[in-house]
């Protein structure tokens, strides 16, 4: 199982980016999806979730800026981030769900390299 994610780079506030991530070696439609990021100096951070049918679940610091989705055809989670901050400053990874709470990086069993997101004020 491979998961490939980009999408990252240098953005100023209040601009926007769009994360993908590719999978391979699963059956992508079987799994509800998750970005996760890190920043420096921190715990890895729950952003956001897609079910296997599609609902969407956010941690409340991007609700509202941030939209998870997904292709099953081209076997792709997107994350699209608006209105972004520095505060937002990360890399992000993207993750298969395994069982369990989804805010909880122990959840998840695949894992992507992640892509760095730098957020300037």
């Known amino acids: 199982v491979q998961l490939q994610a980009s999408g990252g780079g240098l953005v100023q506030a209040g601009d926007s980016l769009k994360l993908s991530c590719v999978a391979s070696?699963?059956?992508?439609?079987?799994?509800?999806l998750s970005w996760f990021r890190q920043a420096p100096g921190k715990e890895r951070e729950f952003v956001a979730t897609?079910?296997?049918?599609?609902?969407?679940y956010y941690a409340d610091s991007v609700k509202g800026r941030f939209t998870i989705s997904r292709d099953n055809a081209r076997n792709t989670v997107n994350l699209q981030m608006n209105s972004l901050k520095p505060e937002d400053t990360a890399v992000y990874h993207c993750?298969?769900?395994?069982?369990?709470?989804?805010?909880?990086?122990?959840?998840?069993?695949?894992w992507g390299q992640g892509t760095q997101v730098t957020v300037s004020s």
């Open positions: 070696g699963l059956t992508f439609g079987s799994y509800a």
């Open positions: 897609i079910s296997r049918n599609g609902g969407g």
């Open positions: 993750a298969t769900h395994n069982s369990g709470n989804y805010g909880s990086s122990s959840s998840y069993r695949y």
